[in-house]
């Protein structure tokens, strides 16, 4: 079994651990020839199933194992990755391999950088002062003890600055193919409505505005309500319009963006005629047809953070079921690639 | 009057950094003026790390003038609160909420009083910029001063470098380690940093699981050319606090220049110091022992020895042993004194910090709520200021600002990130399925563990003797 490979997008490639961090700590990846895949499965809320194509993050990247498709299946800490993820941001080249140090297998990632080590930042400090500083080191020919205060020229500090490398191992399990056979993306009916989301981060605001006022309201209202987290009821029609609405005791708020994008489907990719979709029903409807789920608060809230990735979010609408976020990450630094949006899709699922 | 000293705006800041340094190893600071210097020496509480800060008297005070007295003829020392100093050379602190220049501290005028038929007071006149005067009278504890042991002829091996890039290279270093092994390979002229912990992981966590919960382990190879004066054993490991190393590293920045260490074998004393204009830092700490680095390098089962152990060690205290007949005369004169000095204290200065003395005492109860630690990552969650704006504003700017992401419950998410990982320990035996999703809800479990944790107050976190387990750390 082997796996080693350069790094590059690391800035994306951390922007998504990040992401993925905040549903749940621990990871399944699973490599393959051609795909990246990180699925994170959290006791309750959503899940994650992230598929790459291997150029977007990886670079001469080589895997051998006896599994078809040369697949190799670990379990990873998104913590520790995402730190030595943080450490090799900047650096002047970083690559991953899986090894085993002390038995133990770890993905050791391997960082040559270097140090911003300039003379402009010295003495950082909060404290407005500066200039002025009669009396400090005034005269500097006074002689003191044994010698032992130095002055140092810049140069002395400047010089020989060497690449540094630095090694972070991160502690994985190997997992069985067995183990992870029985771990399948849930299927979902075919959705009723499918919308491009405004700016992530907009919605995340409102959203997070919203889990806040029903948060405090129902804690104003006695502490029973504090346990559950306030629910947000989330709708889309077929004409462009995505619903926010929190409807609490006291208080029943909506926020509802229009002219948004309702992407035209595929039909090779389709099991089913295109007439027989949901989707077309839903259409024929009328705009006054809503698909609407109800997700945690919370919950969404951390969903949301997927944003960080820059990327196009659909949602998919199964009506009073489900509700899929496809993200499609940009490839960023690709030249050749002119604005391309990959294959990369990453999933999440509300139950 | 013993002594009088006078600093200049920049000396109250170096002041209050060196200060602010020492508190992170101990809560008193002995204080130690001679004709031409000024000198700052505290010891941790489990006596594994030393510090000692030198000021000349010539070159770092605008003014400084050493009496004596008939009790202190060459030299004056006392004990003082390290809280005490560093609310008084806090820079900004008498200007209400203006923030400008205006409020920052001009000068700073210091004069010690003692003698027979004088109180003995700390006096600190602080004037600012707009023209106020704050004045503070700090009561102390004579004290001889501990100073640590270390013999220079004993430490062959020892290099420099930049202060700076020896702290920016900490930042490569993860949450939940606790020790730094510096060793050096001579075949590929590096010097490698290494930091790891032997924490032992919590019980009844399956094997298999108990592995992701490690922490990053980290090494950092820097090529030996890029240290000065470079001479270590090959293959030689030397292993010290990784906690020590940071507040040492967060004040040697600020000093800027070179750091230079010092140090023999395993088990023996490690120093490390630089220097600027007229102040000279030393920090001597003990370093893991041998036997332990040993243990330590074949993982055994008893992994936490060496942690333990390395508590035990102390440094040697030169002037104790030297001086115990000294200290008992000097004890039998404080015991007279002293009674009545903490009684005008807590009269003239009601809500003062409490006397030496007291602290001591209070070491031994409930450990003072530690400063926060420096902490090597950027903060995790924005200043209070830019979180507000943030929630009262619904539309915001499209910075790319990565907080912004970070999901709503950001209370819980930082103690997450703060503390290292845990994963819920869930016993249930579940071949077929996958364990990703062991992880329970964080404050549930967090509430789980701590039941009887009182509401309000300060409540002690943690027992003492757990923390002493862990002799070589301070907290």
């Known amino acids: 079994m082997r796996f080693k490979t350069d790094l590059r997008n690391i800035r994306t490639f951390s922007k998504l651990v990040a992401a993925l961090n905040s549903l749940e700590k621990i990871a399944w990846v699973r490599l393959d020839d051609d795909t990246v895949r990180f699925t994170v499965i959290p006791d309750t809320g959503s899940q994650v199933w992230a598929s790459l194509s291997v150029d977007l993050i990886f670079d001469s990247y080589h895997i051998q194992s006896a599994e078809p498709n040369n697949t190799i299946n670990l379990e990873l800490p998104l913590g520790p990755l995402q730190r030595a993820l943080k450490s090799a941001a900047g650096s002047n080249q970083a690559n991953l391999r899986l090894t085993k140090r002390d038995g133990i297998p770890m993905l050791s990632m391997t960082i040559h950088a270097m140090t911003k080590d300039g003379a402009a930042d010295a003495r950082e400090r909060g404290a407005p002062y500066g200039g002025g500083g009669h009396g400090y080191g005034a005269n500097p020919d006074d002689p003191f003890g044994e010698d032992i205060f130095q002055q140092e020229s810049l140069e002395l500090i400047m010089k020989r600055e060497r690449e540094k490398v630095i090694t972070q191992d991160i502690p994985v399990r190997v997992l069985h193919p067995d183990t992870v056979e029985t771990i399948m993306q849930p299927k979902v009916r075919e959705p009723d409505v499918h919308i491009q989301l405004p700016p992530l981060l907009q919605l995340k605001a409102i959203s997070d505005r919203f889990t806040k006022l029903a948060m405090t309201t129902s804690s104003s209202s006695g502490r029973g309500g504090a346990s559950q987290n306030p629910k947000l009821e989330l709708s889309a029609n077929m004409f462009g319009s995505l619903r926010l609405r929190l409807a609490a005791e006291s208080l029943d708020i909506t926020s509802v963006w229009d002219g948004l994008e309702n992407p035209e489907l595929d039909p090779s990719q389709l099991t089913i005629p295109i007439d027989e979709h949901p989707s077309t029903r839903f259409k024929q409807a009328g705009p006054d047809t809503w698909a609407t789920v109800r997700v945690d608060g919370k919950d969404w809230s951390r969903v949301l953070s997927v944003g960080r990735l820059e990327g196009r979010v659909i949602a998919c609408f199964a009506d009073d079921h489900a509700l899929i976020l496809y993200v499609y990450v940009p490839h960023h630094d690709d030249s050749s690639a002119e604005d391309v949006v990959t294959v990369s899709s990453i999933t999440v699922l509300f139950n | ?475």
């Not at chain 2, 190893?25 to 006596?47: G, R």
């Not at chain 2, 002829?153 to 920016?168: K, V, Y």
């Not at chain 2, 995790?380 to 700017?397: K, W």
């Open chain 2, 1 to 475: 009057m013993v002594l009088g000293f006078t600093l200049s705006e920049e000396g109250v800041a170096i002041l209050h950094d060196a200060l602010a340094c020492m508190f992170k190893f101990s809560d008193d600071v002995c204080l130690e003026a001679k004709k031409d210097k000024l000198i700052l020496t505290t010891l941790n509480i489990s006596k594994s790390a030393y510090i000692c800060f030198t000021f000349a008297a010539s070159r770092f005070f605008s003014r400084y003038h050493f009496e004596g007295n008939s009790q202190y003829r060459d030299r004056f020392f006392c004990q003082l609160y390290v809280r005490s100093l560093l609310s008084v050379f806090r820079a900004r602190q008498c200007g209400g909420e203006s923030t400008g220049r205006e409020s920052v501290i001009e000068r700073c005028e210091v004069a010690i009083e003692d003698g027979p038929g004088k109180k003995s007071r700390l006096i600190a006149r602080v004037t600012c910029r707009n023209g106020i005067t704050a004045s503070h009278s700090l009561a102390f504890e004579p004290k001889t001063p501990t100073h640590a042991k270390f013999d220079k002829t004993e430490a062959t091996n020892h290099w420099a470098i930049s202060s700076r890039t020896l702290r920016q290279l900490m930042d490569h270093f993860g949450p939940g380690i606790e020790l730094l092994d510096i060793n050096t390979d001579d075949d590929t002229r590096v010097v490698n940093f290494t930091c790891f912990t032997e924490k032992v992981q919590r019980r009844g966590a399956n094997s298999n699981e108990a592995v992701l919960k490690k922490p990053l382990h980290t090494n950092i190879a820097v090529e030996m050319d890029e240290f000065d004066d470079v001479q270590v054993e090959d293959k030689l490991h030397i292993i010290i606090s990784v906690k020590d190393f940071r507040a040492i590293l967060q004040h040697a920045q600020m000093i800027s220049g070179d750091l230079t260490a010092c140090y023999s074998s395993p088990g023996r004393p490690m120093k490390l110091s630089y220097n600027s204009d007229g102040v000279l830092c030393e920090f001597i700490l003990m370093t893991v022992g041998e036997e332990d680095a040993i243990s330590q390098k074949h993982k055994t089962g008893r992994a936490n020895s060496a942690v333990a152990n390395a508590g035990r060690q102390e440094l040697d205290s030169g002037a104790r042993r030297a001086s115990s007949v000294v200290n008992e005369s000097q004890a039998r004169n404080t015991q007279a004194k002293a009674p009545a000095k903490v009684q005008t204290k807590t009269q003239a200065q009601p809500q003062a910090q409490g006397s030496p003395r007291n602290s001591a005492a209070q070491q031994k109860t409930p450990p003072r709520p530690r400063q926060p630690g420096f902490d090597i990552r950027p903060q995790p969650n924005p200043p209070a200021s830019a979180r507000s704006t943030r929630s009262d504003s619904l539309f915001v700017g499209q910075v790319d600002d990565d907080q912004q992401w970070e999901p709503l419950d950001e209370e819980e998410e930082e103690e997450a990130q703060n503390d290292r990982l845990e994963w819920n320990s869930n016993n249930e035996p579940k071949p077929s399925t996958l364990r990703i999703s062991s992880y329970a809800n964080p404050t549930i479990q967090t509430n789980a563990s701590e039941p009887d944790q009182p509401m309000s107050g300060l409540e002690p976190t943690q027992r003492l003797s757990q923390v002493r387990r862990f002799g070589l750390f301070s907290s």
